[in-house]
């Protein structure tokens, strides 16, 4: 496993880090050089809960962490439902590829108030009664984090936030991406760049 670190660094050094990889073969031959896949952080939920259906919930760029992940549990036949917000059905992003993926996709709006937080639950609530939502993951909006914590501890439902947060230095040294998270009912920060992005969604303070 190669680690770099977060968001520019991930750009500027991934082309490094991909020339660092070396797998060995079974018997003779060179090392392999090329992964089968890359997979960001949030990819990891998926094989580890282990959900029939999960719900994910975005909004704007938020959308675009969320895609990666339903293509993961596309491929390992989960099945997914994706709840869109946005200002307006201009600015709604990513829906075409989750619509592609086979999710179940639901779209709503500042413009007729259907992303209203008060809408949301309700949705959200419907998909649990059906038995489609074991696991919520979520990404790009306070009010959305705080209804998916709720909605969590209410039913008992696993979930993972991927935290949105200015970084300078991208590994962790220079702390200007620190976030409160409340463990055990004890407050502690921690680095988004290096602990994170994504966290365990009952544990993130909204910001």
Not at 26 to 54: E, F
Not at 61 to 71: D, E, F, I, N, W
Not at 166 to 193: H, N, P, Q, S
Request: charged share 20%.
């Amino acid at each position: 496993m190669m680690i770099t670190g977060g968001n520019i660094n991930d750009t500027t050094m991934m082309t490094a880090v991909l020339e660092d990889i070396r797998v060995p073969r079974d018997g003779k031959g060179r090392p392999r050089t090329r992964p089968d896949r890359v997979l960001p952080t949030t990819m990891h939920a998926v094989s580890t809960l282990k959900p029939k259906n999960i719900v994910v919930l975005g909004r704007g760029v938020g959308l675009a962490t969320l895609a990666p992940l339903s293509q993961l549990a596309a491929e390992q036949k989960v099945g997914v439902t994706a709840i869109l917000s946005a200002r307006h059905a201009g600015v709604v992003m990513s829906q075409d590829l989750f619509a592609g993926l086979g999710a179940r996709v639901m779209t709503v709006l500042d413009t007729d108030n259907s992303s209203a937080v008060e809408n949301v639950e309700k949705i959200v609530e419907g998909l649990i009664a059906q038995g489609k939502a074991d696991a919520f993951f979520t990404c790009g909006s306070n009010r959305l984090l705080k209804l998916m914590q709720r909605l969590g501890k209410k039913h008992n439902i696993p979930g993972q936030v991927a935290m949105e947060q200015i970084m300078v230095c991208g590994f962790g040294a220079c702390y200007v991406c620190m976030r409160t998270f409340m463990v055990d009912g004890e407050k502690v920060l921690r680095r988004v760049c290096r602990d994170g992005p994504v966290f365990n969604m009952q544990e993130a303070v909204g910001w």
